[in-house]
C-alpha cells in the first residue's frame, strides 16, 4: 500500500528523553493517506510519548514529523488540531457538566464578538454526530448522563469536527462492550473510507489484525517493525514487542486445589450484585465473566466492604464476616485489586515506595516512624521481583507506564500477605508481555495456596488461566463451571441471554 504519493503522515528520527529516561530514540513512523495503522508495543514502549508528540502536548529533542508533504511545527495540541491531527485518548477528556455540543467544540467555539453563537455551535456539533449514524445522542444533553460508550462517540465527534487528516485513538475499546466494538469498527471503516487516516493503539492484537491495514511496532524507544497486517502473523508481533519468543501465554504453574477460603452466601448490594453464591478454594483461580455492568465489579466491592452489602453472608476461612470494613477485611486477609487504579487503585503523585507499602506500615515503622531506608530495602525487593521498570522506589509512580503501575498495585496486596486476592479486571490497557508476567504471577500464587477471584471482559485470558469460571448476569450469579468445561461462545451465551427469574 506505501509507496511516496500515498504517505500522508511521515515521522522522521524522531527522539525524546525525560532526564536520564530515553523514551523515543530515532524513532519512526509513516501513515497512507487513508488507512488504519496500527501502533503496537509494550508499555513503555515509547507510544504514548509519540503521540503526545504528534498531538502537540510534548514537543520531540530531535527529528521532523511531516504532514501531506509540510514539516509540521507542533507547539500545542491546539496547533496539532488547526494542522489537521485530532487525539483521542484512552481515558476520556470530557466536561462532564457541559452539554455534548460544548463538548465537541470546546476550544473551538464559534464567536461574534465574545459570545458563543448557540444555533453555529448546535448545527456543527450535530453535523459531527450525523458522521457518526448516532442519532440518540442529541446535542443539548448533558456528556454526566450518557453511558461510556456514548460518551466516546462524543470523543470521536470532537475529533471529527476539526475535519481532521490524522486521528490518532488510544485504546479505544478499553471500556465498550462488544456491540459498542463493532460499532467503532464501523466509523472507524468509514472514517478510512472518507480518506482519513487513523492511528490504531491497542493492546488486544486480535483487534488490530480485525480493523488495521499496517503496523509498526516500538520497543524501549525505538521502531523495530513494521509491515502489512492480514499477511502477518500476530506471533511474529508479539516477538517483535518483546524482542524474543514467547511461549505460551497462560503456561502457569501447577497448583493444587484445597479447602474452602472465601464463602459468599447471598451477598446483595443495593442495586448489584443480587443473591450472588460461590465458594473460593484455597489454590484456586475463580473467574467471573459477563457483559459490562453484569455486577461484576459490585459484588467484589460488596466482598471487600466499599459497597454496602444489606443482604447476604461472608464467610472467610470458614468463620462468618460480615459487615465490615476494607480495613477488617485486610486484617481478614482479603485485598482489592480496582479496575480502576488511577482514581481509586494509586496516588499518581506519591512515590513507587509509598504506593507499595501504603496498606501496611507496621513492619517499616519504629516508635511510629516509617523507616525509610526499611522502605526502600523492602520496596526494591518486589520491583526486582515483578520486573518492575522504574528509576526507582522514589520515583512518582505516574510517572510510570500502565502495566507497570499495575504490578505496583499487585505488590501493595502482595507486601500485605493477603491470602484471598479480588482482582478487578487486572491486566485492563497492559501490553503482552506484561500480560503474560501478570498471568505467571496469578499461577505462582495460587501455587502457593492464594486464592484469587478473578474479573475479566477478555474471554480467552479466563479460559486460559481460571480453573472454575461463573458467568453474571443483571447482577446474579447464573452458571458456574469448571473452565474446561466452558467456550467462548457458551460464556456470552449466559451472559447475555439469561433472562430475569420468574416472579410466580
Not at 95 to 106: C, G, H, Q, T
Not at 252 to 277: A, C, F, I, Q, T
Not at 368 to 389: A, H, N, Y
Request: aromatic residues 4%; glycine residues 10%.
Amino acid at each position: 500500500m506505501e509507496n511516496a504519493t500515498d504517505v500522508l503522515l511521515e515521522v522522521a528520527q524522531v527522539s525524546k528523553a525525560f532526564g536520564v529516561t530515553q523514551a523515543l530514540d530515532q524513532a519512526t513512523l509513516s501513515v497512507c493517506r487513508g488507512e488504519v495503522h496500527a501502533l503496537i508495543g509494550e508499555n513503555g514502549a515509547g507510544k504514548s510519548t509519540l503521540m503526545k508528540i504528534l498531538s502537540g502536548a510534548y514537543r520531540p529533542d530531535t527529528g521532523t514529523i511531516t504532514l501531506d508533504g509540510q514539516t509540521m511545527v507542533l507547539s500545542n495540541p491546539l496547533a496539532a488540531r488547526d494542522q489537521g491531527i485530532a487525539m483521542i485518548y484512552q481515558e476520556l477528556n470530557l466536561a462532564p457538566d457541559l452539554s455534548v455540543a460544548e463538548n465537541i467544540l470546546l476550544g473551538c467555539e464559534p464567536c461574534r464578538l465574545g459570545w458563543v453563537r448557540q444555533g453555529k455551535q448546535k448545527a456543527r456539533a450535530e453535523a459531527a454526530l450525523v458522521q457518526l449514524e448516532n442519532a440518540s445522542i442529541q446535542p443539548e444533553t448533558k456528556v454526566k448522563s450518557l453511558t461510556i460508550a456514548q460518551q466516546q462517540l462524543v470523543e470521536i465527534a470532537r475529533a471529527l469536527a476539526a475535519d481532521p487528516k490524522v486521528v490518532i485513538m488510544d485504546e479505544p475499546t478499553s471500556s465498550l462492550t462488544q456491540v459498542d466494538t463493532q460499532r467503532l469498527f464501523s466509523i472507524i471503516r468509514s472514517l478510512r473510507d472518507r480518506g482519513v487516516s487513523v492511528i490504531y493503539i491497542s493492546h488486544f492484537l486480535e483487534e488490530c489484525q480485525a480493523i488495521c491495514d499496517r503496523f509498526t511496532v516500538l520497543r524501549d524507544g525505538q521502531t523495530v517493525g513494521s509491515g502489512d497486517m492480514a499477511s502477518t502473523k500476530l506471533d511474529h508481533i508479539v516477538q517483535l514487542m518483546v524482542g524474543r519468543e514467547v511461549d505460551d501465554i497462560y503456561n502457569l504453574p501447577d497448583h493444587v486445589l484445597g479447602e474452602p477460603v472465601l464463602s459468599l452466601k447471598g451477598v446483595s448490594g443495593h442495586r448489584k450484585p443480587s443473591g450472588v453464591s460461590l465458594e473460593l478454594r484455597r489454590g484456586e483461580i475463580f473467574g467471573l465473566a459477563g457483559l459490562v455492568g453484569a455486577g461484576r465489579t459490585e459484588t467484589l466491592r460488596a466482598v471487600f466492604g466499599l459497597d454496602a452489602m444489606p443482604e447476604g453472608v461472608v464467610h472467610v476461612r470458614g468463620h462468618q464476616s460480615c459487615s465490615r470494613g476494607p480495613q477488617h477485611r485486610l486484617k481478614d486477609g482479603i485485598g482489592l485489586l480496582s479496575e480502576n487504579r488511577k482514581e481509586e487503585g494509586l496516588l499518581l503523585n506519591r512515590s513507587v515506595a509509598d504506593n507499595l507499602t501504603l496498606s501496611d506500615y507496621t513492619p517499616l515503622t519504629k516508635w511510629g516512624w516509617i523507616r525509610d531506608q526499611e522502605q526502600r530495602s523492602v520496596t526494591k525487593r518486589w520491583i526486582e521481583e515483578l520486573e518492575v521498570k522504574t528509576q526507582g522506589p522514589s520515583q512518582a509512580i505516574g510517572e510510570l507506564s500502565g502495566g507497570n503501575q499495575q504490578k505496583i498495585a499487585i505488590g501493595r496486596l502482595l507486601h500485605h500477605d493477603v491470602e484471598v486476592l479480588l482482582l478487578d479486571e487486572p491486566t485492563r490497557g497492559i501490553d503482552v508481555g506484561s500480560k503474560q508476567q501478570i498471568y505467571r504471577l496469578m499461577g505462582q500464587l495460587a501455587a502457593q495456596g492464594k486464592a484469587i477471584l478473578f474479573v475479566s471482559s477478555y474471554l480467552p485470558e479466563l479460559l486460559g488461566v481460571c480453573d472454575t469460571i461463573g458467568v453474571m448476569s443483571r447482577g446474579r450469579l447464573v452458571a458456574t463451571k469448571p473452565a474446561d468445561d466452558w467456550t467462548e461462545h457458551a460464556i456470552m451465551s449466559e451472559a447475555s441471554l439469561a433472562q430475569e427469574p420468574s416472579l410466580s
